[in-house]
C-alpha cells in the first residue's frame, strides 16, 4: 500500500479513483464490480481500499478490464490476482503485451526527456516508490470476443483507441453516459503544465500519430463524463474535450 490518499469521485454506478499518480475505475452492477485499471504495483492494497470505501469487497469484484498495459495500469491488478481470481480482459491487440512478450513504455534511457519539465523529478521519485521499476505482467490475458457489450458488470462497451499502446482501449459505461479514457486522452500529469483534456507528453505515446487519429472513437461516444487515466474528471461534450487536446487549448495549471 502506498498510503496515498484515495479521491473517489462517483457518477452514476461508476466511480473513479485517484490515488498518487494513478487513477482506475469501478463500476457497479447490483452487488457486482468490475474493476478497470488498477495503477502500480504497490497500489494493490489501495485498489481493495477503494473497494472497501464504496461499500464492497474484493469478493464482489466479477472482471477486471486493462486500458493498455503499462506498468501504472496494471500493477496493482497483478497484485490483488494473488488473492482473487477473476478474469482480465482486454483489447486482443494488447494481450500480448500485457503478458510482456514485448514491451511499448518508456524506457529508462528516455526518462531524461522529461526531467527539465516542472514536477518531473518529484514524480520520478514517486512512482519509483510506488513500484514502478519492479514490473508487471498478466499471463491471465484474454482478448475480447466480440466488439459489443461485454459479459461483466455495468455491461461495458470497449471503445478502440489503438495508438498510446498498440493495444490500447477505452471502455463506455452505457448507464452512466462515462467514459472511461485510459492513456489516450487525460486531463492532467505530473509531467505537464496544462489542465483540462490533453495527450500525454510525447515520449508516454507509442505511436503519437493514432493516438491522435483514436480521439475520433472518444469524440463519438455518447458520453458526456471523462474518467481519464491521469488527472481529474472532465464534464462536457466529448466533442469538445477533443477539440481542447487537438488544439492545445488548455488553459495553464495554476
Ligand atoms: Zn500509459
Redesign the pocket.
Known sequence: MTNADLSITQIENTYLIRCGHANWVLVEEGSELTLIDGGYPHNGADVERSIEQIGRRLEDVRAVLV??A?V??IGGIANILTRHQVPVLMDPLEVAHAKREYLH?LSPVKVPLLLWRRGAPRWLFDVIRAGALDGAELPQAQGFTDGAALDVPGRIVPVPTHG??DG?SAYLIPNAGVIAS??ALVTGHATSSLAGPQF?VCP??HDRAATDTALDNISAAPADVLLP?HGPVYRGPMTTAVEQARAGRTSMRP
Open positions: 486500458t493498455h503499462h501504472d495500469h513504455q498510446h499502446t490500447h485510459g492513456d500525454l508516454f505515446n487515466g
